[in-house]
């Protein structure tokens, strides 16, 4: 049996452009999520969901980066491709910011930090 401690970072994704009538679809994540999984060798889940706000609701998707005992990624390395799929995402929806939950912290990354 191997034990890690455990970290993951959670990307919350919103379907809908900023600004635009334009929504996007779980396929589209899936499709982007699986370059990416073959690109960098991370594991990802996807899990739909819909966010509230104030006055309004949209549709989205979390998707966690977590450890794998079997790959010794470290946590740097889990923040590092949450924000680097998190950049991609920021391109390909047309979104202002995204936000990345962590074990420990919490970012907000931002459209000019492309």
């Given at each position: 049996?191997?034990?890690?401690?455990?970290f993951?970072?959670k990307?919350l994704?919103?379907?809908?452009?900023?600004?635009?009538?334009?929504n996007?679809?779980?396929?589209?994540?899936?499709?982007?999520c699986?370059?990416?999984?073959?690109?960098?060798?991370?594991?990802?889940?996807?899990?739909p969901?819909t966010?509230?706000?104030?006055?309004?609701?949209?549709?989205?998707?979390?998707?966690?980066?977590?450890?794998?005992?079997?790959?010794?990624?470290?946590?740097?390395?889990?923040?590092?491709?949450?924000?680097?799929?998190?950049?991609?995402?920021?391109?390909?929806?047309?979104?202002?910011?995204?936000?990345?939950?962590?074990?420990?912290?919490?970012?907000?990354?931002?459209?000019?930090?492309?």
């Amino acid at each position: 049996m191997k034990i890690k401690k455990t970290f993951t970072a959670k990307i919350l994704i919103e379907f809908k452009e900023s600004y635009s009538a334009v929504n996007h679809t779980l396929d589209d994540v899936y499709g982007l999520c699986d370059n990416y999984c073959r690109k960098v060798g991370v594991r990802l889940s996807v899990t739909p969901t819909t966010f509230f706000y104030t006055h309004s609701a949209t549709y989205g998707c979390f998707i966690e980066l977590f450890k794998n005992p079997r790959v010794p990624h470290s946590n740097y390395d889990i923040v590092g491709a949450a924000i680097d799929l998190a950049k991609t995402f920021l391109k390909e929806f047309k979104q202002e910011r995204i936000i990345i939950i962590c074990t420990d912290q919490t970012y907000m990354v931002e459209k000019e930090d492309l």
